[in-house]
């Protein structure tokens, strides 16, 4: 099966219903006054908004495309490889940290992967209902380029030593630089929105972590590479990505 730009158009509105759907879920969640949270094998939290989103995303794909898989960090088997046909990448909430802290800085995700990339990606930001659509159907380009301090948009959950060691290095290059604190899938969107210039992500990552805002991302005209500069593919073996180097068209 090969998804074409129509195929993407057909869909569309279904897809954004489905990411509304499940903002929705995740703020009855988010308002209420009490939510169990577990801890996973990995480490991480996961509350019933994750899983209640998980459940309206995957029961509504499973409708919408009953030939393409989904696979969801909520509900796939690290043992089993990725799909050698175009899939669903899923991850139904991402930030669950910032969603536990209540700072707002959480997303839905909803990317579908062709040829090991992602060709179509949307992101809801619940507790403003922003949504955000890309695919690498028909970019855009630019001869934009920085103007000023540069914006690097970092984490608000998850800044590592690394970063701070990064951000010691600027300085010591009196290069001038702002941060814009974000936080889940807003890093790409950021950037996207032409709100900073680049995001260097030196920690680890999965790749529903970031499938949804490469589409978008590249549908602006940025892009994401590792630090060698290659291009990252998906279907990777338990779906982890290297340390990255996400870029807005404005430094392109």
């Known amino acids: 099966m090969e998804i074409t730009q129509k195929f993407i158009l057909n869909i569309l509105d279904p897809i954004k219903h489905t990411v509304n759907e499940a903002s929705l879920a995740i703020m009855d969640v988010y308002e209420s006054e009490h939510f169990n949270t577990e801890i996973k094998s990995d480490g991480s939290p ?14 509504s794909l499973r409708k919408i495309t009953p030939d393409i898989p989904v696979v969801s960090e909520e509900t796939y088997d690290p ?39 992602p060709i179509f990606g949307i992101i809801e930001a619940p507790t403003s209902s922003k949504v955000w659509v890309g695919s690498f159907f028909d970019d855009m380009t630019s001869e934009e380029e920085a103007r000023g301090a540069l914006r690097i948009v ?25 941060l814009v604190a974000k936080g889940s899938s807003l890093n790409l969107c950021a950037l996207a929105d032409n709100e900073a210039d680049i995001y260097p992500r030196f920690g680890p990552t999965s790749e529903w ?35 990255l180097i996400l870029k807005g068209k404005s430094i392109l």
């Open 46 to 59: 996961v509350t019933e908004a994750d899983k209640r989103a998980n459940d309206i995303i995957t029961e």
């Open 79 to 117: 043992e089993e490889p990725s799909p050698n046909k175009p899939y669903w990448l899923v991850d139904p909430l991402d930030g669950t940290k910032g969603f536990i802290n209540k700072d707002g800085n959480f997303t839905v995700n909803i990317a579908l992967i062709q040829n090991k990339m």
């Open 154 to 178: 970092m984490s608000k959950n998850h800044q590592t030593d690394i970063d701070k060691k990064f951000l010691e290095l600027l300085t010591s290059k009196n290069i001038e630089y702002n």
């Open 209 to 243: 972590d970031i499938a949804a805002g490469h589409a978008i991302l590249k549908h602006s005209g940025g892009s994401i590479t590792d630090f060698n500069g290659d291009k990252i593919f998906y279907g990777k073996k338990n779906f982890e990505n290297p340390s």
